[in-house]
């Protein structure tokens, strides 16, 4: 759920008027994703009084949604000792990737407040390559022996879990640190408390080594539908763990990423500020001025508008077809509603598949070749049937068998042009920098309705004679 607009509208007029009491308490009610929310969308320095003016428990939660370079952008200005307390309570991996956005001089400053362990941690953590597991893991987690009792674990939970980031699994490790065995939450409280863990936990589990790619990691971790899943080294030593959150995180940056790069329209950078651009303007469409949504609504209405007008030329053009056979008429929402549910297919099987890397822009000919080819078969398909049912319904009665031979060819063609139209024009448009979801379905519109309707008429006039 987004911010309700009459909210924002009194925490941007606190803002204005300086009534930091009033900003502190409509702050106090929103949750963390409206706080965050309502951050992107303003200037530097209104971003560092919103953040400033919340409790120190919300800093901390608004920090885990907000990316790094929003974080760096409210802290950088900040002394030193006011972003060593933030960062010695965040999560080992939101900090790490937070110090990494510091300049180096700064970034040495905030590491000598911290305590040697600290430090170590987040050498470590900062040591693994980018796009790596390790880059994403978390230190965070909890750990127990296989000689204890159930009780014992769930008391060791109790006093540890303030300073976890989840203890919804527990990973049993022997002397060396290497894991041999998961036990969840649910196991413990409901187990016979004098149980042992040896008894308790499974040694089949699911795991992922430090060095292996992040983004197989979070798809591997989405379809065991685990909440976390442990990470090893190549001793089996267990060294770090990859949430939930974390791993969407990946898996959401990764499908715009490869939908960017594959489309060549930006680089890193870009895509980085692409991406908040896009929650800014997701946001003002749903709220805020009704003028933006009208004003980026409309510039692709036209485009529907002028090709209707265009249509409407074609059915103009051929008016004395229409005249001498009237019945041709019939058959027009047949054609234009066929091509245009073949083409929405097409242009969404395109936007899915680029999204989810199955698309290779590089091969983008070859990928249209295969969908025409897929349109050439079903437009014969529903050319046959639609001639047929022309010829039976409408033809035979008036005695204009021709008009079902029309409808069929008009059909066999409409439907392989609609599926050209459905990759080729989105992949226009995102190589030209513009968003092909809601440009790409006008501009299909158009194309296929001149094209199926002319065609339709034309084989109407000559195959009858007019």
């Not at 706080?35 to 920090?63: G, H, M, P």
């Not at 971790?221 to 190549?234: F, Q, Y």
Request: no cysteine; net charge negative; charged share 25%.
């Amino acid at each position: 759920m987004t911010l309700d607009n009459s909210l924002k509208t009194q925490l941007m007029n606190a803002l204005k008027a300086g009534e930091t009491s009033l900003l502190v308490r409509l702050l106090a009610e929103l949750s963390p994703a409206h706080v965050a929310e309502f951050i992107l969308e303003l200037e530097t320095q209104n971003k560092v009084r919103v953040f400033k003016s919340l409790e120190n428990d919300a800093q901390l939660q608004v920090l885990r949604i907000l990316d790094e370079d929003i974080e760096y952008e409210i802290l950088s200005t900040q002394p030193v000792s006011y972003i060593y307390a933030l960062v010695e309570k965040m999560p080992h991996d939101k900090r790490v990737d937070l110090l990494k956005s510091f300049p180096e001089n700064k970034r040495k400053e905030i590491m000598k407040e911290l305590a040697q362990t600290e430090r170590e941690d987040i050498l470590k953590l900062s040591s693994y390559s980018e796009g790596t597991t390790g880059a994403i893991m978390t230190t965070d987690y909890a750990v127990i022996t296989a000689e204890i009792t159930a009780e014992q674990a769930l008391e060791q939970l109790r006093l540890e879990a303030p300073e976890k980031e989840t203890i919804y699994y527990a990973y049993v490790i022997d002397a060396q640190r290497r894991l041999i065995g998961t036990v969840s939450l649910r196991q413990l409280i409901t187990a016979d408390k004098q149980l042992k863990i040896s008894e308790l936990m499974s040694a089949d589990f699911v795991s992922v080594f430090a060095d292996e790619p992040a983004e197989k990691t979070a798809r591997m971790l989405k379809e065991a539908d685990l909440l976390a899943i442990p990470v090893l080294d190549r001793k089996s030593r267990i060294t770090g763990i990859v949430t939930f959150d974390d791993a969407m995180q990946v898996i959401e940056e990764e499908t715009s990423e490869t939908m960017f790069q594959k489309a060549g329209i930006a680089g890193r950078s870009d895509r980085d500020k692409e991406r908040e651009k896009d929650l800014v303007n997701s946001s003002k469409l749903l709220k805020g001025s009704i003028w933006y949504p009208i004003r980026l609504r409309m510039m692709f209405l036209f485009v529907t508008l002028a090709g209707g007008f265009l249509v409407g030329g074609v059915i103009d053009y051929f008016e004395d077809v229409l005249e001498a056979v009237l019945v041709a008429a019939v058959f027009i929402p047949v054609l234009m509603d066929m091509g245009g549910n073949v083409g929405t297919q097409s242009s969404t099987i395109f936007a899915r598949g680029l999204a989810l890397g199955h698309i290779d822009t590089s091969r983008i000919f070859g990928h249209i070749g295969r969908e025409v080819s897929i349109g050439a078969i079903m437009g014969l398909a529903l050319g046959l049937i639609g001639g047929i049912v022309a010829w039976y319904w409408q033809g035979m009665p008036n005695g204009i068998p021709e008009i079902g031979l029309a409808v069929g060819i008009g059909l066999a063609v409409v439907v392989p042009v609609a599926t050209l139209l459905g990759f080729l024009l989105p992949y226009i448009l995102l190589k030209l920098g513009f968003d092909h979801a809601p440009g790409a379905d006008p501009f299909i519109t158009t194309i296929k309705d001149f094209t199926g309707l002319g065609l339709y008429f034309y084989l109407v006039a000559t195959l009858i004679g007019v």
